[in-house]
């Protein structure tokens, strides 16, 4: 997809966005981090339903049958996507300071966050194999250094996949990277100007096997051409969304 057209439409999205009834923006961005949430555990294996995701998050109902590890999976993974949003709102770069608390909310009674693992681990159906700690560690060194400069190299829509997939393919903590991979490419898409995106977990296979593409053969492309088609869907929606409302006040005008 062209970057520069994806810049025109932010202009365009930015202006329909801030023309949207606040209530209707509102229910419109709940729904989304509802979604987001669903879809986000469930490529990792929550059983949680989307309707299930949204009684326990907006009406705060427990769902039974389930275990507490996927009730406090959905319930962290909203309240780190609020902190990401926070942290945007104060100016906060992503850092490791930033990312190992996104960690720590995303592991809240389920595991102590934002620890780098101490053991080998492996990615189930992938042929890339993490590295061992003795390596991790000036990996993950490296990645924080190197989101000081890749801006400088890559637009942002490439910075964001380039986040997701060098993080994942890192894989520093014992569990959760995937999720935090998710939240921190949002982080980055958020803070350029860009709305966040949800993979759905219908499209889990796809988005394996770009990433195992990235970690395997070093390849970011069809990795960042699969969050690009995301970026651009979710702006037409806001645009969308501001469309009878635009068409509306044009009335009003005229009369």
């Known amino acids: 997809m062209d970057y520069q057209e994806l810049l025109r439409k932010k202009e365009r999205y930015s202006q329909c966005r801030a023309s949207i009834p ?4 509102f229910t419109f961005e709940q729904a989304f981090e509802i979604e987001y949430t669903h879809n986000s555990t469930a490529i990792e294996g929550n059983t949680l339903s989307l309707i299930e995701t949204k009684v326990l998050l907006e009406d705060g109902i427990s ?3 389930k275990n507490l590890r996927e009730i406090y999976e959905a319930v962290n993974h909203r309240k780190a996507y609020c902190h990401v949003k926070e942290c945007i709102g104060k100016g906060q770069p992503l850092d490791e300071k930033t990312i190992k608390d996104i960690h720590a909310i995303l592991m809240e009674n389920i595991m102590v966050g934002g620890v780098y693992r101490d053991v080998q681990v492996y990615i189930s159906g992938a042929r890339h194999v993490p590295p061992p700690p003795s390596l991790m560690y000036q990996q993950v060194k490296n990645f924080y250094a ?5 801006g400088k190299e890559l637009n942002q829509i490439e910075l964001a996949a380039w986040t997701h997939a060098e ?12 999720r ?15 709305p966040a995106i949800s993979i759905a977990k219908e499209d889990r296979l796809e988005y394996f096997k770009a990433l195992d593409v990235y970690a ?17 869907g979710q702006m037409e929606k806001y645009i969308e969304i501001s469309g ?9 005008t005229m009369s």
Do not use: C
């Not at 190197?146 to 890749?150: R, V």
């Not at 935090?180 to 860009?194: C, D, H, P």
């Not at 053969?217 to 690009?228: S, T, Y």
């Open 22 to 25: 606040e209530y209707t923006l």
């Open 63 to 65: 769902i039974g049958g």
């Open 146 to 150: 190197d989101l000081q400069w890749k």
């Open 167 to 178: 993080f994942v393919k890192i894989h520093p903590f014992r569990d959760g990277n995937g």
């Open 180 to 194: 935090t991979s998710r939240l921190i490419m949002n982080y980055q898409l958020m803070e350029a100007g860009f």
């Open 216 to 232: 395997v053969e070093g390849n970011l492309q069809p990795f960042a051409d699969l969050v690009a088609v995301l970026v651009d």
């Open 244 to 252: 009878p409302q635009e068409g509306m006040e044009q009335s009003q």
